[in-house]
């Protein structure tokens, strides 16, 4: 795997050895990558001309369950305040997400059920954004980077924590190398 230079949220030593040593990786997911990518071939038209909402309904929820997730999309956030919330929280099982739900509001207790947080975007969106100067923004609602880092801070969840045996990782792959 390449070495990953500038802003990340993970290390290159996780990514190209803690990762992989992980038994997660392997399992057997031709299958799933097999339907992912049938998904994209039939979508990858229209795809540049949707808005976010639409990308999450014609590819990203379609993606989430063939990979296996249980989700809760637009979780109720609780009090006061400007924090926002992921577009998804992931959970292993239907279960987990039932006991989730009426945690909603109560950050901790809510996120702590789930495995991944997740935020869409619309399908051309660039993932990283500089202002007018050139300069990096660090701003949750001008720059995904910083969303998700600030979705991740205000679960208030150690999101370190192991995956549970069994869960089916996705290995990050370009869909448009497909």
């Known amino acids: ?4 230079t500038g802003k ?7 990514l190209e050895t803690r990762l992989p040593a992980a038994p997660e990786w392997a399992e057997d997911c031709l299958e799933a990558f097999a339907r992912l990518k049938a998904l994209y071939d039939g979508k990858r038209a229209i795809l540049p ?3 976010e909402s639409q990308t999450e309904q014609e590819f990203v929820k379609p993606a989430l369950e063939i990979l296996g997730w249980s ?4 979780v109720k956030a609780g009090g006061a305040g400007s924090l926002t919330r992921p577009d998804y929280a992931l959970f292993s099982d239907e279960r987990t997400k039932a006991e989730a739900y009426p945690h909603q509001g109560d950050d901790p207790a809510f996120y702590s059920r789930a495995l991944v947080v997740a935020e869409a975007k619309y399908w051309s969106r660039p993932l990283s954004q500089k202002d007018a100067d050139g300069r990096d923004t660090w701003k949750a609602d001008g720059n995904p980077s910083h969303q998700m880092v600030s979705h991740l801070a205000g679960t208030k969840v150690n999101w370190g924590s192991e995956v549970p045996a069994g869960t089916m990782l996705a290995q990050a792959t370009p869909l448009t190398s497909l």
């Open 71 to 74: 989700y809760i999309v637009q």
């Open 1 to 4: 795997m390449p070495t990953q």
């Open 49 to 51: 001309t949707l808005n």
């Open 8 to 14: 990340t949220l993970f290390s290159p030593h996780y």
